[in-house]
T-cell receptor, first 112, second 112 residues
Framework: ETGVTQSPTHLIKTRGQQVTLRCSSQ?????VSWYQQALGQGPQFIFQ???????GRGNFPPRFSGLQFPNYSSELNVNALELDDSALYLC???????????FGQGTRLTVV | AQSVTQPDIHITVSEGASLELRCNYS??????LFWYVQSPGQGLQLLLK??????LVQGIKGFEAEFKRSQSSFNLRKPSVHWSDAAEYFC??????????FGAGTQVVVTP
């Protein structure tokens, strides 16, 4: 059984650019959630995908968007990057209706 | 509105001493509650969870937590701390679809 994997582990982008982060869910899980964790803070819920449809969204602007693919892997896209977007982005997968989520190691995004 | 509060930002404990981390929540019904641990630069690892039933739950690494509805609390405890327990600890609650809401975290430092 493979765990949740995220790529890349680190990246640096310039303000105004766009970025795509990727997540492979754990085997058997069809729900993926994304979280943003700024330095020194707890993770904040961005959105969740279930069966390729968005299933809830936190308080994030539309420039944060996502996709889920038929194999349940997922992408997080952020357009028009701002300095405050610098954070650790965490992906978590779970089985539908199951509250237990398993986290990947995260992608550290630095916007300069 | 639901919320999670971890009153202690930072705790220092001697190796071998006991540890208690506080967590208070606000939620309209009985929540699903979790404790996660995060080592530097790493993702989140689930320590334990409470869904219903016995209010004292056992987790991994010798941790336990007690759900107290009357106090809206879910405090984490460990009888004897090891140096490897130094990390950041997050309390979280969720609805039935696993969209986690986290507290701000408690940083635990273990001294020799």
């Amino acid at each position: 059984e493979t765990g949740v994997t995220q790529s890349p582990t680190h990246l640096i982008k310039t303000r105004g650019q766009q970025v795509t982060l990727r997540c492979s869910s754990q085997s058997g899980h069809n729900t993926v959630s994304w979280y943003q964790q700024a330095l020194g803070q707890g993770p904040q819920f961005i959105f969740q995908y279930y069966r390729e449809e968005e299933n809830g969204r936190g308080n994030f602007p539309p420039r944060f968007s996502g996709l889920q693919f038929p194999n349940y892997s997922s992408e997080l896209n952020v357009n028009a990057l701002e300095l405050d977007d610098s954070a650790l982005y965490l992906c978590a997968s779970s089985a539908a209706g199951n509250t237990e989520a398993f986290f990947g190691q995260g992608t550290r995004l630095t916007v300069v | 509105a639901q919320s999670v509060t971890q009153p202690d930002i930072h705790i220092t404990v001697s190796e071998g001493a006991s540890l208690e981390l506080r967590c208070n929540y606000s939620y309209g019904a009985t929540p699903y509650l979790f404790w996660y641990v995060q080592s530097p630069g790493q993702g989140l690892q689930l320590l334990l969870k409470y869904f219903s039933g016995d209010t004292l739950v056992q987790g991994i690494k010798g941790f336990e937590a007690e759900f107290k509805r009357s106090q809206s609390s879910f405090n984490l405890r460990k009888p004897s701390v090891h140096w490897s327990d130094a990390a950041e600890y997050f309390c979280a609650l969720t609805d039935s679809w696993g969209k986690l809401q986290f507290g701000a975290g408690t940083q635990v430092v273990v001294t020799p």
